[in-house]
């Protein structure tokens, strides 16, 4: 199994050397509409942004081919019979027939059915092939297996459960390619009304050209997973049906120059359309962010909703009487939990920083000497009171409860862990609590975070250029390592991610990777770290300043510190 996997990325570099001559795509028809997740990669888009030789010519590529048993001097495309079309599809479906309960199909499409075979012929020798009617079949092992007609191959792998995944003796084989074989002739015969391509949501997303788009299928997810894997709260919301029905998410990512960007669509059905707008915010209060104290964002998340809209998800689910039945035995009424809070929440983690700390212990009567990482960093959940009365009843409920301690009016303590401050406007939490105490006062902070961060019901911020310039080479263990992190520090520049704007069934999703140089491809920048990746592997450097000049070193460091 473990060799055949290997082909998968191969085949995916396969079709970018040749997607520049690409044919309409019509193999969406052999995705089921009950599939739980669709990834489909366009290579002919992202032929568009890398050069062939960035990629045959990289020592990943090389050395990928190498453990695949394959050529490393010469490329024939044409042996493989693959045909170069837009788009490859991989999709998960549920099958509890199997013992891992799913399984996973990869639709490849075909230049020359015969070249195809003769390929797989060579690099399997003890694969099993058979044939029905026009359709030819290939047994890997007892997991994974592949038919394939003049145009289409579409390969089946079975997921191993918890014993064959951990080598357990009591893994009896089961073979369950019969099983999978027969649902390959069904693909290959799937009706119009069963297939994926028939969902007008599923297809407008095929239309965008995405590098790489994904679909999620909330029913099928949910549904499709064993009891023991979704739990309790799961088997709950699987017998939501009203909630899960035609629920989806899709969605797209795009490498350009400098980033890479994703939008997503939460497509949601009429019961969650009422959720989601009872939810809603009125207005985006951005009061919390003004007051972080501090002198580096680090991380924030942000969340804005209507407190009142959680009846409306209690009557949805039909378990507002149990709800309404359970505060009252805590001496707490709905009202009381939804007067209580404006529902603006903040979390921020801010002065990130890693120093060295030496440490000195003796081990067999050798005294050893070891520096080690010592993180610092200061962490916020501040949120807006709305009313007073509701929220100092709450609070005296988790005091009564032993929860949390009262030392002195408007302020509560978990232990040493963490400190609540509050002013009857403001609270947070913090793990100092002199961040707390700060925080009641306003304009503390300037940070400059993204605006469009701030003014949407869902908001992420990273900073991650500002993150990792502070934590010292020398602390990283292995010298491969520290050439690695040397130039991961000097590849990204901030993550960002926002949404969650009603816009008629659906809301929408926004997030971007942003790289420090902004002026190549980020799946270039990508490429070239994982060749240096490569590289350092197979070095063996005797010092830090092999991996790293102490020239290049300096100048880093001073273009950080800038």
Same mark, same amino acid.
């Given at each position: 199994?473990?060799?055949?996997?290997?082909?998968?990325?191969?085949?995916?570099?396969?079709?970018?050397?040749?997607?520049?001559?690409?044919?309409?795509?019509?193999?969406?028809?052999?995705?089921?509409?009950?599939?739980?997740?669709?990834?489909?990669?366009?290579?002919?888009?992202?032929?568009?942004?890398?050069?062939?030789?960035?990629?045959?010519?990289?020592?990943?590529?090389?050395?990928?081919?190498?453990?695949?048993?394959?050529?490393?001097?010469?490329?024939?495309?044409?042996? %493989?019979?693959?045909?170069?079309?837009?788009?490859?599809?991989?999709?998960?479906?549920?099958?509890?027939?199997?013992?891992?309960?799913?399984?996973?199909?990869?639709?490849?499409?075909?230049?020359?059915? %015969?070249?195809?075979?003769?390929?797989?012929?060579?690099?399997?020798?003890?694969?099993?092939?058979?044939?029905?009617?026009?359709?030819?079949?290939?047994?890997?092992?007892?997991?994974?297996?592949?038919?394939?007609?003049?145009?289409?191959?579409?390969?089946?792998?079975?997921?191993?459960?918890?014993?064959?995944?951990?080598?357990?003796?009591?893994?009896?084989?089961?073979?369950?390619?019969?099983?999978?074989?027969?649902?390959?002739?069904?693909?290959?015969?799937?009706?119009?009304?069963?297939?994926?391509?028939?969902?007008?949501?599923?297809?407008?997303?095929?239309?965008?050209?995405?590098?790489?788009?994904?679909?999620?299928?909330?029913?099928?997810?949910?549904?499709?997973?064993?009891?023991?894997?979704?739990?309790?709260?799961?088997?709950?919301?699987?017998?939501?049906?009203?909630?899960?029905?035609?629920?989806?998410?899709?969605?797209?990512?795009?490498?350009?120059?400098?980033?890479?960007?994703?939008?997503? %669509?939460?497509?949601?059905?009429?019961?969650?359309?009422?959720?989601?707008?009872?939810?809603?915010?009125?207005?985006?209060?951005?009061?919390?962010?003004?007051?972080?104290?501090?002198?580096?964002?680090?991380?924030?998340?942000?969340?804005?909703?209507?407190?009142?809209?959680?009846?409306?998800?209690?009557?949805?689910?039909?378990?507002?009487?149990?709800?309404?039945?359970?505060?009252?035995?805590?001496?707490?009424?709905?009202?009381?939990?939804?007067?209580?809070?404006?529902?603006?929440?903040?979390?921020?983690?801010?002065?990130?920083?890693?120093?060295?700390?030496?440490?000195?212990?003796?081990?067999?009567?050798?005294?050893?000497?070891?520096?080690?990482?010592?993180?610092?960093?200061?962490?916020?959940?501040?949120?807006?009171?709305?009313?007073?009365?509701?929220?100092?009843?709450?609070?005296?409920?988790?005091?009564?409860?032993?929860?949390?301690?009262?030392? %002195?009016?408007?302020?509560?303590?978990?232990?040493?862990?963490?400190?609540?401050?509050?002013?009857?406007?403001?609270?947070?939490?913090?793990?100092?609590?002199?961040?707390?105490?700060?925080?009641?006062?306003?304009?503390?902070?300037?940070?400059?975070?993204?605006?469009?961060?701030?003014?949407?019901?869902?908001?992420?911020?990273?900073?991650?250029?500002?993150?990792?310039?502070?934590?010292?080479?020398?602390?990283?263990?292995?010298?491969?390592?520290?050439?690695?992190?040397?130039?991961?520090?000097?590849?990204?520049?901030?993550?960002?991610?926002?949404?969650?704007?009603?816009?008629?069934?659906?809301?929408?999703?926004?997030?971007?990777?942003?790289?420090?140089?902004?002026?190549?491809?980020?799946?270039?920048?990508?490429?070239?770290?994982?060749?240096?990746?490569?590289?350092?592997?197979?070095?063996?450097?005797?010092?830090?300043?092999?991996?790293?000049?102490?020239?290049?070193?300096?100048?880093?460091?001073?273009?950080?510190?800038?």
């Amino acid at each position: 199994m473990r060799k055949m996997l290997r082909f998968v990325p191969i085949i995916l570099c396969f079709s970018i050397f040749l997607s520049s001559c690409s044919s309409t795509d019509s193999n969406t028809k052999y995705i089921s509409k009950d599939a739980i997740g669709v990834l489909s990669i366009n290579t002919t888009q992202l032929a568009k942004k890398v050069a062939i030789n960035a990629i045959s010519g990289s020592p990943i590529f090389q050395d990928m081919l190498k453990k695949a048993g394959s050529d490393t001097t010469a490329l024939d495309i044409e042996k %493989t019979g693959i045909d170069p079309l837009n788009v490859f599809y991989i999709y998960g479906l549920a099958d509890k027939r199997l013992s891992g309960k799913s399984k996973f199909m990869m639709i490849i499409p075909l230049k020359n059915a %015969t070249n195809f075979k003769a390929f797989i012929k060579e690099k399997f020798p003890e694969a099993v092939f058979s044939q029905k009617g026009k359709l030819n079949f290939v047994k890997f092992n007892t997991n994974i297996c592949m038919g394939w007609d003049e145009k289409t191959a579409i390969a089946s792998a079975a997921t191993p459960n918890y014993d064959e995944w951990n080598s357990l003796p009591s893994a009896a084989p089961v073979d369950m390619v019969t099983i999978m074989t027969e649902d390959i002739e069904k693909t290959f015969s799937l009706d119009k009304e069963q297939s994926l391509a028939n969902n007008p949501k599923f297809a407008t997303l095929q239309k965008e050209n995405h590098d790489i788009s994904f679909w999620l299928n909330y029913e099928g997810f949910i549904n499709g997973m064993p009891q023991e894997q979704v739990g309790t709260a799961g088997m709950i919301l699987a017998s939501q049906k009203n909630l899960l029905k035609d629920i989806y998410v899709a969605g797209g990512l795009d490498f350009e120059k400098g980033k890479i960007v994703s939008d997503a %669509t939460y497509y949601f059905n009429p019961a969650i359309k009422g959720i989601s707008e009872a939810l809603e915010p009125k207005s985006i209060n951005n009061d919390l962010l003004k007051r972080v104290p501090g002198q580096q964002m680090n991380l924030m998340m942000s969340y804005h909703f209507n407190p009142k809209g959680l009846i409306k998800v209690l009557e949805t689910m039909n378990v507002l009487p149990l709800a309404v039945s359970g505060l009252k035995e805590y001496g707490l009424t709905l009202d009381d939990v939804t007067k209580a809070f404006t529902g603006d929440f903040l979390l921020a983690v801010t002065d990130f920083s890693v120093a060295s700390e030496s440490k000195s212990y003796t081990m067999n009567g050798v005294s050893i000497n070891q520096t080690a990482p010592v993180p610092s960093f200061k962490a916020s959940l501040s949120f807006k009171i709305n009313d007073k009365p509701s929220f100092d009843k709450i609070m005296q409920l988790v005091v009564n409860n032993e929860l949390m301690s009262n030392p %002195t009016p408007g302020v509560y303590t978990l232990s040493s862990f963490a400190t609540l401050v509050t002013n009857g406007e403001y609270a947070a939490v913090s793990n100092d609590a002199a961040v707390a105490s700060a925080f009641m006062q306003p304009g503390n902070s300037k940070f400059d975070v993204p605006s469009d961060v701030k003014n949407q019901p869902y908001g992420f911020y990273a900073d991650i250029k500002n993150s990792v310039k502070s934590i010292p080479l020398d602390l990283i263990y292995g010298k491969e390592d520290t050439a690695v992190f040397h130039d991961g520090r000097l590849l990204l520049e901030s993550i960002n991610a926002y949404g969650g704007k009603l816009e008629g069934d659906h809301t929408k999703f926004h997030f971007e990777i942003l790289f420090q140089d902004k002026g190549e491809n980020s799946l270039m920048q990508l490429i070239k770290f994982s060749q240096k990746i490569a590289e350092a592997e197979m070095k063996q450097p005797d010092s830090i300043d092999e991996v790293i000049p102490q020239d290049e070193s300096e100048e880093a460091d001073s273009a950080l510190a800038i």
